[in-house]
């Protein structure tokens, strides 16, 4: 079946972060199907309307859509200028899919809204059914109920115009259920790459490191460093390597020099997924401090890399962390992640690596997933079956 992914969120030039956990998500389809992506994103530095990158990787046709991005002083001309040209750089994007791989059977929207107006379209036009995957928080903290009530009735409408909804978790699809969002869902977890690397010896005690969106409201990485400066009071083992971007970084390498936490908190910016792993294979503990995690492919990570976690009973690391892997604290409270960073330091001889990895080795692999997607598409398109 030949299945096009249309994702709001995906790893590119400018960021290769975002969206990654969809991109493996289409590598582990890619095992009983045949996946294209068409990514349509913004480009400030463009000199011409649309710019098309086609790769292709573990049999997935990547097809980046780049559009020139308008920069208007007036909003409302901003935003219809640059929904015109996304629409612009879709259609281009839609006709290298053509010439490389044919019309796909199924479009697989990753998360609302502007993915699942062109998938609505090319329903309309060519009667392509879609689904849709989320994944964004929104659903959890309150931002979605915030929204304009146009722009949560075109929500509704474009769920209720797919032919099945996924969501990484059982607490995100029950929040999407009771917002009206579907009458019924489909758990399909998050790939948890790294299982086939080698595995490393437990890290140096006391090297923390966070993996995140420098956004504060969300992450609460200000939270770590101040947890990091209370334990260190007790433990001056205890240092922090921070790999992320955002916003917010100013105000935390300011938040590390007021607290003299300079050579102990190491700010490293954004990096490609694979060096992530390099850097968490050598990390004593990972620490996932948020205020609302969908599914935490964060905490999979460090745990298929044998590192004990340290996580807020935010949402998706409740479903990882056991006793046996790391602790889980309240979102939010300092102090407790302080004592938590000093008793795994305590603790550090009982958490073992291969037990670590192990916790997390069967649900959550390449295989699992793409098989999860296999199924779910066979009941959306039963004559694709063969």
């Known amino acids: 079946m030949h299945v096009l992914f249309l994702p709001k969120w995906y790893p590119s030039r400018y ?6 956990f969809i991109r493996k998500q289409a590598m582990a389809t890619a095992l009983c199907e045949q996946v294209s992506v068409l990514y349509v994103t913004p480009d400030n530095a463009l000199t011409r309307s649309t710019e098309l990158i086609e790769a292709e990787e573990a049999g997935v046709l990547e097809v980046h859509a780049y559009y ?5 002083s007036f909003r409302s001309v901003r935003k219809a200028t640059n929904l015109w040209r996304y629409v612009a750089a879709a259609r281009a994007g839609w006709h290298a899919v053509l010439r490389a791989r044919g019309t796909p059977v199924l479009v697989h929207v990753h998360i609302l809204m ?7 379209w090319l329903k309309w036009r060519r009667g392509i059914p879609f689904v849709i995957s989320e994944q964004s ?8 109920e915030r929204k ?3 722009a949560k009735a075109w929500n509704r409408f474009l769920c209720r115009s797919s032919s099945g909804m996924t969501a990484v978790g059982d607490r995100l699809g029950a929040a999407m259920k009771e ?3 579907c009458d019924r869902y489909v758990v399909v977890p998050n790939v948890i790459p790294g299982t086939d690397r ?7 005690t006391g090297r923390f490191m966070i993996v995140a969106d420098l956004v504060d409201r969300i992450k609460n990485v200000s939270g770590v460093i101040r947890a990091l400066a209370q ?3 007790q433990d001056d083992r205890a240092t922090l390597t921070v790999i992320g971007d955002g916003p917010d970084r100013p105000a935390l390498e300011r938040l590390v020099e007021e607290l003299s936490l300079q050579g102990r908190v190491h700010f490293l910016g954004r990096l490609p997924n694979t060096e992530v792993l390099d850097h968490m294979a050598n990390a004593f503990a990972v620490i996932i401090n948020s205020y609302v995690e969908t599914f935490s492919v964060v905490t999979g990570e460090a745990l298929a890399q044998g590192k004990p976690v340290i996580a807020t009973r935010c949402g998706g690391p409740v479903a990882f962390v056991r006793p046996e892997n790391g602790l889980l604290i309240e979102p939010g409270d300092d102090d407790g992640l302080a004592n938590a960073m000093l008793q795994v330091m305590n603790d550090a001889i009982r958490y073992d690596p291969v037990r670590i990895r192990e916790s997390v080795n069967q649900r959550f692999s390449p295989a699992a997933v793409g098989l999860g997607f296999h199924q779910f598409y066979r009941s959306i398109a039963p004559d694709h079956g063969q």
């Open 179 to 181: 917002l009206g969002l």
């Open 137 to 144: 928080s929104e659903y959890l903290d309150g931002t979605w």
């Open 231 to 233: 334990a260190r009071k």
């Open 148 to 150: 304009h009530r146009v």
């Open 68 to 72: 020139k991005a308008s920069s208007h």
């Open 198 to 204: 080698p595995l490393h010896p437990a890290g140096a």
């Open 114 to 120: 502007r993915p699942a107006l062109i998938a609505l």
């Open 15 to 20: 960021d290769p972060q975002l969206g990654d």
